[in-house]
């Protein structure tokens, strides 16, 4: 996927847990772990503004575009 989530490096700049990250955002601990590590396939606008103001940061710390191959059709297949 051409977008990565950098999420965990922003948490590691604040010295803050995923769990208290999740806690002060209102999602669960395993949602947040998902958008950690890439697995999901979308995210609302209020959950990143819930993250940015958590983490005092913008949306582009958190998201970074990886030019590359883009799969075929929306499921990657034809």
Do not use: W
Request: glycine share 8%.
């Amino acid at each position: 996927m051409p977008i990565v989530v950098e999420l965990d490096v922003m948490l590691a700049r604040r010295k803050m847990k995923s769990r208290e990250l999740a806690e002060k955002i209102g999602i669960s601990e395993v949602n947040l772990s998902l958008l950690k590590s890439g697995k999901v396939k979308g995210i609302r606008f209020e959950t990143l503004s819930r993250i940015c103001a958590a983490l005092d940061c913008q949306p582009g710390d958190l998201l970074t575009y990886v030019p590359g191959p883009e799969p075929d059709g929306p499921e990657g297949s034809d």
